[in-house]
């Protein structure tokens, strides 16, 4: 985690929560480690976060994703075309990805795979989550003249491809799997808009 001084307790802790899930997971990292990490004491975390670990946990998700589609509608502003701004968004989490030595994920993924059905607020956030991506991927399609339905399939087929991609590069500590992956996806959508 990047020390930022100017950050409040809160949005240290979340911080600190998002990090360790990009590259933990929520179960790999303790509250003594996650407090030192923000910088905050001990008491701190339940008077922002009342629910303890999983609150913040949640809080980090949704942050995340906050910070995704505030990149997406960027990429989607400067792209009108859905193609090229899928192309761009997946070569960044590729980037960002790497420049970590293929240590820090999508903290969603990571989540996801860890959670069981005890951890119900938690999948309920990450379904949020991942709607909220493939609603806003598929209002982008919609714009671009994709009937409905395809665009909510295609949209659920882009992060499927991103999630699943960042995945399989982490593990095999190699960008070759999301780049193969995205770029099949981009030669079928471009291939479909062309016909």
Known sequence: MT?????GTRDRLIAAMTD?????GLHGIGLTELLAQAGAPKGVLYHH?????????????????????RGLDVLLDSNPDPIEATRRWMAGATARLS?????????????ALESTPDDVVLREALARAFATLRERIAQALERHGEPRTQAQGIAALIV???????????????????AQA???LLSLLTSRANR
């Open 3 to 7: 020390d930022t001084p100017t950050l």
């Open 20 to 24: 360790a899930l990009r590259r933990r």
């Open 49 to 69: 976060f009342p629910g303890g670990k999983t609150e913040l946990a949640v809080a980090a998700i949704d942050d995340v994703v906050a910070r995704m589609l």
């Open 99 to 111: 420049e970590t030595g293929f240590e820090s994920g999508c903290p969603l993924a990571t989540v």
């Open 160 to 178: 499927a491809t991103y999630e699943g991609g960042l995945l399989q590069a982490r593990v095999a500590q190699s960008s070759e799997p999301i």
């Open 182 to 184: 995205t770029q099949t």
